[in-house]
């Protein structure tokens, strides 16, 4: 049988003129050989194509481990890992991303973002309250000034008024800040009420190098630095006044003025007369 399928081949070659060779691989190749892959090697692909789609059963993917793998090798080719495999803690399974996931739904434009509005909103100002210490009381006060004296403690940020018995009464207060500290002893020229406000020739010059304009006069009221009373100290320019800013009693903030509370200095106005002596320490 085989000398006669030879033979055939022989014949046919003779017919349509090709070798002996050319037709022995036609007669072997005529049906293709099934094409089988390691399913290993397919596991992953059909992972990512197939969205949903589990491994072959019995089938887990191992981590990917370190070395040289020779894939060329039939007999270590199969017994190697992927080369793009999952860790074990992972489902053998690959979710797909749906849109949802990929685009935030109801995103808000750049140009309507809240940050933007917030930005063109006024900041408020945070006011700190003040310290209990620096709020009117009575207190024992040993001194060899008679009573009605005003002594000034500008270290301690404290204003006593001597009363009798050894007694005081003490307020905070807000002093002159570096370079606008001093002592003396002087007494009160003039009181006002709500006073006007003429800032000096120097701290006009002053402020305007700072960027920072201050009017020649100020009218009275709320709104005015000397705030709501002032006891004027002989003929220089300092005063015990009151203040739009009270979170400021207690700090060394101002030009070399004693500032108070508006409440305090109102009480105080109403305790003291001209001719009042102060003593600033």
Partial sequence: MPSRSKSLVLILSAITGLTAAEAAAQERYRERPPVVVSPDLTAPWVMQLGGQARAPGGYRVQPMQRGVRDYRDPATRDAAQ???????????????????????????????????????????????????????????YKTEHKPGTIVIDTNNRFLYLV?????????????????????????????????????????????????????????????????????????????????????????????????????DVTDLYGRVNVGTKVIVM
């Fill in 82 to 140: 992927p080369r793009y495999a999952y860790p074990s803690r992972q489902p053998a399974y690959v979710v797909p991303r749906t849109q949802t996931t990929q685009i935030r739904p109801n995103r808000v434009p750049a140009q309507q973002a809240p940050v933007q509005q917030a930005a063109m909103q006024r900041v408020p100002v945070i006011k700190g309250q003040i310290e209990p210490q620096f709020l009117p009381q009575m207190v024992e």
């Fill in 163 to 263: 009363m009798e018995g050894g007694q005081a009464k003490r307020y905070g207060v807000g002093v002159g800040k570096p370079g606008f500290e001093w002592a003396g002893t002087h007494t009160v020229t003039r009181k006002a009420e709500w006073p006007d406000w003429h800032p000096p020739k120097e701290m006009i010059a002053r402020e305007a190098a700072k960027g920072h304009y201050l009017p020649v006069k100020m009218e009275g009221g709320p709104e005015n630095p000397l705030g709501a009373r002032a006891l004027y100290l002989g003929s220089t320019l300092y005063r015990i006044h009151g203040t739009n800013a009270p979170w400021t009693i207690g700090s060394a903030v101002s030009s070399g003025c004693i500032r108070m509370r508006n409440e």
